[in-house]
């Protein structure tokens, strides 16, 4: 596609409720990043994968946290049993490999609002 | 200590101003750094990349003391559109190659 590709833009979720955030990235790059951006903060490092293989989860705040991407493209986070600090926005990003001095590319992102 | 290190602003200037940003790092290992632009409630894109050496695009500078792990940007002639959040980023080749990011510095230039 032309760009990162993020789904839902928004989505609201009661505590405890299971929520999965899609990223489709951009068609042809090998690398793949999820980023946690809570209100006022910078972007803070997930999860990184190089193709399907998950490289760098060292990120994730707890296991509630999975992100998987089993075919090399389209990543999936999941969060189970959601918490209300989990609300912020969910960044996906993807680079062609993932190189030093690498630009990445954002997706527009989740906006995840945990009630 | 966070890894990455910026005054959060926010910078109020005038336009037609010069404003600076500055900015540090931790890890004396890290091999890439980076200026990305962030505006209100979009993601983040690249500014531009700094190099030890120094480096212009336009209006902005970039600059980079490795020996003192420092990171600035520089922006001459401030516009309404420069308006916006800047990140300072720090590239670690550790095993998880990723990309750390300051808080990010609030830049609001006004008429």
């Known amino acids: 596609g032309a760009g990162v590709s993020q789904s839902p833009r928004y989505k609201v979720a009661k505590r405890g409720q299971d929520v999965a955030l899609r990223c489709d990235p951009i068609s042809g790059h090998v690398s793949l990043f999820w980023y946690q951006q809570a209100l006022g903060q910078g972007p803070e490092f997930l999860t990184y994968?190089?193709?399907?293989?998950?490289?760098?989860k060292s990120g994730l705040p707890s296991d509630r946290f999975f992100a998987e991407r089993p075919e090399g493209s389209v990543s999936t986070l999941k969060i189970q049993r959601t918490q209300q600090e989990d609300s912020a926005v969910y960044l996906c990003?993807?680079?062609?490999?993932?190189?030093?001095?690498?630009?990445?590319?954002f997706g527009s992102g989740t906006q995840l609002s945990v009630l | 200590r966070k890894e990455v290190e910026q005054d959060p602003g926010p910078f109020n200037v005038p336009e037609g101003a010069t404003v600076a940003f500055n900015c540090t790092y931790s890890n004396s290992a890290s091999q890439s750094f980076f200026w990305y632009r962030q505006d209100c409630r979009k993601e983040p894109k690249l500014l531009m990349s700094?190099?030890?050496s120094g480096n212009e695009d336009g209006r902005f500078t970039a600059q980079l003391n490795r020996a003192s792990q420092y990171i600035s940007l520089l922006i001459r002639d401030s516009k309404l559109s420069d308006s916006a959040t800047y990140l300072c980023?720090?590239?670690?080749?550790?095993?998880?190659?990723?990309?750390?990011f300051g808080k990010g510095t609030t830049l609001s230039v006004s008429s």
């Open positions: 700094v190099y030890s």
């Open positions: 994968f190089q193709n399907e293989a998950q490289l760098d």
């Open positions: 990003a993807s680079s062609y490999t993932g190189g030093a001095g690498e630009k990445l590319f």
């Open positions: 980023v720090v590239f670690l080749n550790q095993a998880g190659t990723a990309l750390i």
